[in-house]
């Protein structure tokens, strides 16, 4: 059974720091690309960060030099770390394995506000 389970979402002010985890189950961890997408109320999904098997890694424009994403692939987990929080980076954050199927977690809330 396939499982992606985030964790480390909450409430930070603007300027903290948040580093989500998503540990994954099921499938060949190694062999995916994992991604880190978010989802803001009344916008589209978006991709936030991915890294590849070969741990090459790519950004959105709104959080280059902010987030950082690593993989464990030991663990087989996921990491996200976000710095220098903005309010507009308040939503909901998804876990995606992407290869030879696609699969997705349920999400975790990251809430910037004073």
């Known amino acids: 059974q396939v499982q992606l389970v985030e964790s480390g979402g909450g409430l930070v002010q603007p300027g903290g720091s948040l580093r989500l985890s998503c540990a994954a189950s099921?499938?060949?961890?190694?062999?995916?690309?994992m991604s880190w997408y978010r989802q803001a109320p009344g916008k589209e999904r978006e991709l936030v960060a991915a890294?590849?098997?070969?741990?090459?890694?790519n950004y959105a424009d709104s959080v280059k030099g902010r987030f950082t994403i690593s993989r464990d692939n030991a663990k087989n987990t996921v990491y996200l770390q976000m710095n220098s929080l903005k309010p507009e980076d308040t939503a909901v954050y998804y876990c995606?394995?992407?290869?030879?199927?696609?699969?997705w977690g349920r999400g975790t809330q990251v809430t910037v506000s004073s």
């Open positions: 995606s394995a992407n290869g030879v199927f696609r699969y």
């Open positions: 099921g499938f060949t961890f190694s062999s995916y690309t």
């Open positions: 890294i590849t098997s070969v741990r090459r890694t």
